[in-house]
């Protein structure tokens, strides 16, 4: 079975910085384009950033130059590292992937999410 699993999520304080994981895995042919995306409260989701698989990018622009999206396709995972953190960051935090199973099959999938609060 195809899954997300995300990690590296938690309080931070204003200024602060956290790295966020996302790992896919079962039966995996390939993976194209992997993202974050947030959703706050009261707010709908919206895009973070996206990677495709030859490392193109693309961000929103309340997080550009203060995060950084990349992925490691030998281990089908993707981070987002992000520095210079604000109370308008937190959020809960979804990867998402456009994954081809052995079967030939693409799927969209998301992950659980991962709760980030920037907070003194």
């Not at 956290?18 to 995996?28: Q, V």
């Not at 809960?92 to 998301?110: K, L, T």
Request: glycine content about 12%; proline content about 2%; aromatic content about 10%.
């Amino acid at each position: 079975q195809l899954q997300l699993v995300e990690s590296g999520g938690g309080l931070v304080q204003p200024g602060g910085s956290l790295r966020l994981s996302c790992a896919a895995s079962g039966s995996i042919f390939s993976i194209n384009a992997m993202g974050w995306y947030r959703r706050a409260p009261g707010k709908q989701r919206e895009l973070v950033a996206r990677i495709t698989r030859g490392d193109s990018t693309n961000y929103a622009d309340s997080v550009k130059g203060r995060f950084t999206i990349s992925r490691d396709n030998a281990k089908n995972t993707v981070y987002l590292q992000m520095n210079s953190l604000k109370p308008e960051d937190t959020a809960v935090y979804y990867c998402n992937a456009d994954i081809v199973s052995r079967g030939g099959i693409s799927y969209n999938y998301w992950g659980q999410g991962t709760q980030v609060t920037v907070s003194s």
